[in-house]
Every structure is written in structure tokens, then in C-alpha cells.
């Protein structure tokens, strides 16, 4: 029962509401900067739709559109550059996680000396420029907390800034943004919410506030996940989806993550590989790993994915759901093993090294602690 819970950003959740960005932002001040990828927001109307809203509202904007899928620090020193240049007043991310995690990263650089990659693994003091943030996928629930991961192309560390200045001021959630979400991306995004509040629920960290939204989030992509995959035009699906998604913003927020991203990490900073699809590769083999300390949650895990288990041990019912897990994990079309992405025997030792060097407090924090061994063991079996 010990927790502190301190979340300042102002959520607005709803269809439409991207269209009065303008409104809701000109508090911040006359120019901003937004932060975007190389294209989707463009393709799909995003970035003409933000920036009508925010022209009628009489603020001045400065695009810069060149983050990549797994953010890199070199990148956003690039931003930080452009926004001093320009002079701008507050920082706008528009699109999925890495935009948003990159306009929180660029507005904190802003304040500080030096590049962005000293910051990370931390959580720094020091003011950041006020930052607004635009979700357009159901994925990271980044524009509910203070999390920016990045990754240090130099070292190949992916880590976060986690500095109590990049809470967002104002997060627009609106679900019309997803309807055009490719299938491929709203599984990896769609799996990475049911990691944040897997990992959330299972955490040593986790406590009595963020217990219930991590299973309501899991409950909630469990009913609705595959039918946004399948039907993505469904704006229920999608609207559920952006709920599940941003409630476990806040519990990731609340308790943290632990060996899932621990292990997944390494992944996508050597391979560039989709987030929640490095995830989903060494799940199963963590959750087998994590049994015999977390049986009794993880039987309430499989419970959501469907497992009845009437007259079985937590243990028995916990394995029945990994199986239920790997199962709803293939309907998805989500890879289950990491050779999938080219790894082999051969690459174990550098990606267990940077897991344990970058990652190691959510080697603390997993239900059954984790030590480099397990992390060499984990990923042969995730082979």
C-alpha cells in the first residue's frame, strides 16, 4: 500500500476533438513546433486537419517531420536545434508513440545543455517547454505520462527520459484519427497496450490504484483488439482500443514495466524491429519464467483471455493461459519467437548484455527477479 501518484496532464478523450486542437492549445502560446513522422500523419489528412485548427486560432507553426519508428537521440537533437532556431512556445506531437515520446524529448532539450542522450535513464530536473500531444494510434499511451524512450545510436541503449517536465499539458485522444490505421501497425501498437498492463499488474512496483486499470486495460484488448484488426474502419473497436490504451499510459505511469520490455528493448535498438512485435516475440517465454513467483496473477490473466480452469491450481490455470496467450498472439499475426527478425544463437550474448546494462530495473521489478543468466536463458528459449 505504499504508491505516490502525481499525473498533470489534461486528457481529452473523444471523437472529433482533434478539430479544435487550436482551442485547446492556445493557452500555450503563438507558435509551435509539431512533431511528427516522415509521412502517415500527412498521408492521412492529420497534419492539414491540426494545423487549419490551429492557423484559425491565430498560432504560427514550424513543422519538423523527420522522426524515425524507434526514435533516436541524434534525431532529436535535430528538433531541439530547429525549435531554438524558430523560437517557438510549446512543442506539439502528432501521431503514435515515437512522435510523442520525440515532442516531450524535444521540448525538455530545449531547457538543458548538451545533447538529449545525456538525459536518458533518468529522470532529470530541469523545465521543459510546454508540450501538447496528438495520439493517432491505440499503442504506447504516451500522452499519459512522462515517458520518452529513445534510442542512442552510438551504444545501441534504448532508454527513457522520464523528467517530472514532460507530463503533456493537453493530450487529445481522439479514436476518428485511428480509423485508418494499418492492420499491421494496430496489432504492434494494440499488443503493446496489453504489455503495459500486463507488465503493469505483474510488477513488484504495482499497488491498489494501478492494479484495476491494468486488468480493465487487459480486459478491454482482449474484447476489442482483434476486432479493430480485422474491421478497422469500426470506430467502436478503435474507440475502445484508445481507452484501453491510454488507461495504461497511466499505469505504466503508476507501477512501471518489467521483463517483457526489459528483453525487447535490445531488440528494436539493434534491428529497428516494430516495438510490440519484439515484445510478443520473448513474452512467452518470460511468462513461463515468471510462474512460479506470479501464478496467482497470472491465473487472473488467463482468466481475461478466457480460461475457465474451474477445478485447476493457479499454476495450472496460469500455463493454460500462456497457451491462450500464444494463441491470441498468432490471430494477430504477431511473431512468437525472436528468429523471426534474423536473431540466432550468435546475437544472445549482445542483446542479454544490453538488457542487463540498460534495463536492469525492470530486472528488479519482474514478479521472479531476473539476472543476466536468466535474461542468455530467456532469449534461447524465445529462439
Not at 523527420?66 to 524558430?86: F, M
Not at 521483463?259 to 513461463?288: C, M
Not at 488467463?302 to 490471430?331: C, H, N, P, Y
Request: with cysteine.
Amino acid at each position: 500500500m505504499d504508491f505516490s501518484y502525481y499525473m498533470p496532464a489534461h486528457l481529452i478523450f473523444g471523437r472529433g476533438k482533434a478539430k479544435e486542437t487550436g482551442a485547446y492549445v492556445k493557452s500555450l502560446g503563438n507558435k509551435a513546433l509539431i512533431v511528427t513522422g516522415r509521412s502517415s500523419a500527412k498521408k492521412a489528412g492529420f497534419l492539414d486537419l491540426v494545423t487549419k485548427s490551429l492557423e484559425k486560432e491565430g498560432i504560427d507553426w514550424v513543422l519538423f517531420d523527420e522522426i524515425e519508428p524507434n526514435p533516436l537521440t541524434t534525431t532529436i537533437d535535430k528538433g531541439v536545434k530547429l525549435a531554438r532556431e524558430n523560437k517557438v512556445d510549446f512543442v506539439i506531437g502528432l501521431g503514435g508513440g515515437s512522435p510523442m515520446d520525440s515532442a516531450k524529448a524535444i521540448a525538455f532539450g530545449v531547457k538543458q545543455e548538451g545533447s538529449i542522450a545525456d538525459y536518458l535513464g533518468a529522470q532529470p530536473a530541469g523545465e521543459a517547454l510546454p508540450i501538447a500531444l496528438i495520439t493517432t494510434t491505440a499503442g504506447t499511451g504516451s500522452e499519459a505520462n512522462k515517458n520518452a524512450v529513445l534510442t542512442n545510436p552510438e551504444t545501441y541503449a534504448k532508454k527513457a527520459l522520464s523528467a517530472p517536465s514532460t507530463y503533456p499539458k493537453i493530450s487529445i485522444i481522439d479514436p476518428e484519427l485511428m480509423l485508418t490505421v494499418p492492420k499491421k501497425v494496430t496489432a504492434s501498437t494494440g499488443i503493446d497496450v496489453f504489455f503495459h498492463c500486463m507488465e503493469s499488474y505483474l510488477s513488484k512496483r504495482s499497488h491498489p490504484l494501478s492494479e484495476p486499470l491494468s486488468l480493465e486495460g487487459m480486459r478491454l484488448v482482449v474484447e476489442n483488439l482483434k476486432g479493430a484488426y480485422d474491421d478497422g474502419r469500426n470506430i467502436e473497436y478503435r474507440e475502445r482500443m484508445a481507452w484501453a490504451n491510454t488507461i495504461a499510459g497511466i499505469a505504466i505511469n503508476l507501477a512501471g514495466n518489467c521483463g517483457i520490455h526489459a528483453l525487447g528493448h535490445p531488440i528494436s535498438a539493434y534491428y529497428d524491429i516494430p516495438h510490440g512485435e519484439t515484445l510478443a516475440s520473448v513474452s512467452l517465454a518470460f511468462l513461463r519464467f515468471s510462474i512460479p513467483e506470479a501464478a496467482e496473477k497470472l491465473a487472473k490473466v488467463a482468466r481475461i483471455l478466457g480460461v475457465k480452469g474451474e477445478g485447476m491450481s493457479d499454476i495450472e490455470v496460469a500455463e493454460k493461459g500462456i497457451e491462450a496467450f500464444e494463441t491470441f498472439l498468432k490471430s494477430l499475426d504477431l511473431p512468437i519467437r525472436i528468429s523471426a527478425f534474423g536473431i540466432g544463437e550468435e546475437d544472445i550474448e549482445k542483446l542479454a548484455q544490453n538488457a542487463y546494462n540498460n534495463s536492469f530495473h525492470n530486472f528488479k521489478s519482474s514478479p521472479r527477479e531476473m539476472t543476466l543468466d536468466d535474461a542468455r536463458k530467456l532469449y534461447i528459449e524465445s529462439l
